[in-house]
């Protein structure tokens, strides 16, 4: 089994140009942080585990927002005002 | 009278309108469903949980089978609804060309954690975050990630939009 595995290492050198291409499209999504030194330098590290902590914030925020429809759609009836909605939102 | 909607440009515009139309429809099921004669508590939380799942569902559904997270998402729903054990869907490799071995100059990963590993470690939150992330590729999973965060923004984006919509009419 030694040649799989030379042959995934091998195969993991090829790819860590994409790699690095891949984070930095990651790091481009990420919401701006105010590092006056984050050049290229910032490492795999850092940009994965901010991009783990922006994925946790989102979870929660459509959390938080489910909780606040449920609150809402209490007052309201969803129909009449769907297709303003839908109009609205499509703009 | 305005014209009717134009085609949209663009495929991220479409997933939008599609996930719209797909969450608006939950909610209104949702609504007539269970009605708020009563709002205790309890009622109000199956409410939550009931338009969260709707939400991530709706993205789902929305993207389909184009990503390996969807669908591992959609696979996830589907187990939930049958009582039988999810059957693991093999993972195809997408986006995922081999790039020629050129010299590698300017990574900022340290060769020796690509030797040891590392990066696995490093990336074990993350697959944990990400639907079937624990099957992908370091490759996939970058690219999976990106599409996910996009998806959830959207998602985000929109029932925020309904939030405010439905705060103004009250």
Redesign the interface.
Known sequence: MSSTRWRESSRTNISEEQITQLLSTLRQLLPEIPHSHSHKASSAAKVLKQTCNYIKTLHREVDDLSDRLSQLLATIDADSAEAAIIRSLLI | MMNS?QQVKNPSSSL??RF??RF?GA??K??AEHP?SS?SPTR??Q??RR??VA??KSMAYSVRSRRIWSRAMLSRFRSRRSAFSVRRSSVKTTN???????A?I????N?NK??KGG?DM??D??RE??PGGEAMD??NL??E??H???C??T??Q??????D???L??
């Open positions: 909607p939008k309108s719209i139309t608006l909610l209104t949702i609504n708020i709002s109000i939380f409410r939550y338009i969260k939400s991530n995922c060309t081999t790039s020629p071995p050129s590698l300017k990574v900022t990963i060769e690509i030797a990066l490093q990336t939150e993350l975050l990400v370091v490759c970058l690219g990630t990106a996910y965060i996009k959830l923004t998602q985000v929109v029932m925020r939009k309904i939030v919509f439905y705060h009419s009250k």
